[in-house]
């Protein structure tokens, strides 16, 4: 079973140097043995550190491709809302205009009615 935390790993490094320290001189193939230890410790953490690291600049980038999104959507809704208000303005204006010319359309009807009425009259 593999334990992945920094202080446990740190603590079998410092356990296996100072086991290697202590077997120095007096048993050479112990001494080799809890060095090997150490050093596979130590790429284990460097491996660890490495990883991390790792995952630390993904997330980075991430954060960055998502406020890069969110600034382009912020300019796309910024667009929306300034076309929708010139499409309302203009569709304000439209209807003024069609209002307008229903009104004329009625008194030209009336005068119409009343060119033709003289006519009859003539």
Do not use: C, W
């Not at 303005?89 to 009615?113: E, I, M, P, Q």
Request: hydrophobic letters at 40%.
């Amino acid at each position: 079973m593999e334990v992945d935390t920094t202080k446990y790993l740190d603590f079998l490094d410092i356990t296996y140097t100072t086991l290697a320290r202590y077997y120095e001189g007096k048993d050479p193939k112990k001494e080799l043995q809890y060095t090997a230890y150490s050093a596979k410790v130590n790429k284990t953490i460097a491996q660890r550190q490495r990883e991390a690291f790792m995952a630390i600049e993904h997330y980075k980038q991430e954060v960055q491709t998502l406020a890069s999104e969110n600034d382009s959507l912020t300019e796309s809704q910024s667009l929306i809302r300034n076309n929708l208000k010139l499409v309302l303005g203009v569709l304000a204006f439209v209807l003024f205009l069609t209002f307008f010319l229903f009104r004329r359309y009625k008194k030209s009807k009336g005068k119409v009615a009343d060119v033709l009425k003289e006519k009859e009259i003539i």
